[in-house]
């Protein structure tokens, strides 16, 4: 049998955005699928600080974070992007012109304005990132901090075409929804990390599986020629999939991979 690699997303994919944990069934199913012999990797649009905590929930051979700015396996780092310094501080100052907020996301902090944010959302993730205990304790000023990529927020105050205008030259911008924007630099994203990725192992576009289940997974789906779609999902995968399996808590992960030959041991 041909060794296949596999890579997953992590929120609303392996990690449930209702318990906020990973099922058994399908920590149990990735460790099955390595001992087959297949490679099985996180895929995710967070940075490597925001994605440790799933580190030690499944059995991995690497990680992609950011969407494909920074790719470990096997323990080394192969690859990792970051925004330039002098780049970094324009966009800083261009988010707080236009009237937006977010986070900077690099590879061991995050990075947020210390005053209280107008946009709620803001907050909500400032307190969620600040309880992660991955909140640099240096606020925008400071004028040293490098990031592989960052998310931004508005409402009815903020500029959002005039800011993503600033963007076009160098940044790709993903909409989540809710007024919530993903922005990373062109020339990435998750199915870059995947063409990094088989390239190294010598591993065929034919036996790579992509597990997701929102617009940040879309570039992968649409690379990718076996798709698994989670049963909550966004609607603009729909085409792309060739298997919509069920949802995290109905063990949706277990249940493809038995469905489609990736672990042995039968998950119902």
């Known amino acids: 049998?041909?060794?296949?690699?596999?890579?997953?997303?992590?929120?609303?994919?392996?990690?449930?955005?209702?318990?906020?944990?990973?099922?058994?069934?399908?920590?149990a199913a990735l460790s099955e699928a390595r001992k087959e012999g297949h490679r099985v990797f996180i895929n995710s649009g967070r940075t490597l600080c925001l994605s440790r905590e799933i580190f030690g929930l499944v059995e991995t051979d690497g990680c992609l974070c950011g969407c494909g700015t920074y790719i470990e396996a096997d323990g080394r780092i192969l690859y990792h992007h970051q925004i330039p310094l002098e780049r970094c501080n324009r966009i800083k100052k261009d988010i707080v012109a236009y009237g937006l907020d977010g986070v900077l996301e690099g590879k061991e902090s995050c990075c947020m304005q210390k005053h209280v944010s107008r946009i709620p959302k803001t907050e909500h993730l400032k307190r969620s990132v600040g309880n992660s205990g991955i909140l640099t304790p240096y606020g925008w000023e400071n004028d040293q901090y490098v990031y592989d990529k960052f998310c931004v927020m508005a409402d009815a105050q903020s500029d959002r075409e005039g800011f993503f205008k600033t963007l076009e030259p160098d940044i790709q911008v993903i909409d989540r929804g809710d007024d919530f924007y993903e922005c990373v630099p062109k020339g990435h994203s998750k199915a870059t990390g995947i063409r990094f990725v088989l390239e190294h192992y010598g591993i065929?576009?034919?036996?790579?599986?992509?597990?997701?289940?929102?617009?940040?997974?879309?570039?992968?789906?649409?690379?990718?020629?076996?798709?698994?779609?989670?049963?909550?999902?966004?609607?603009?995968?729909?085409?792309?999939?060739?298997?919509?399996?069920?949802?995290?808590?109905?063990?949706?992960?277990a249940y493809a991979m038995e469905r489609l030959g990736l672990c042995k041991k039968p998950v119902s």
Not at 10 to 21: F, Y
Not at 232 to 241: C, G, I, Q, T
């Open 204 to 253: 065929s576009l034919e036996n790579a599986y992509v597990f997701g289940d929102s617009t940040n997974d879309l570039s992968m789906f649409e690379y990718a020629i076996h798709t698994v779609l989670m049963g909550k999902h966004d609607r603009e995968l729909e085409e792309y999939a060739e298997f919509i399996t069920r949802t995290v808590e109905e063990d949706g992960i």
């Open 1 to 27: 049998m041909d060794k296949k690699a596999l890579f997953f997303d992590i929120d609303g994919t392996l990690l449930s955005e209702i318990t906020h944990m990973v099922p058994g069934s399908a920590a």
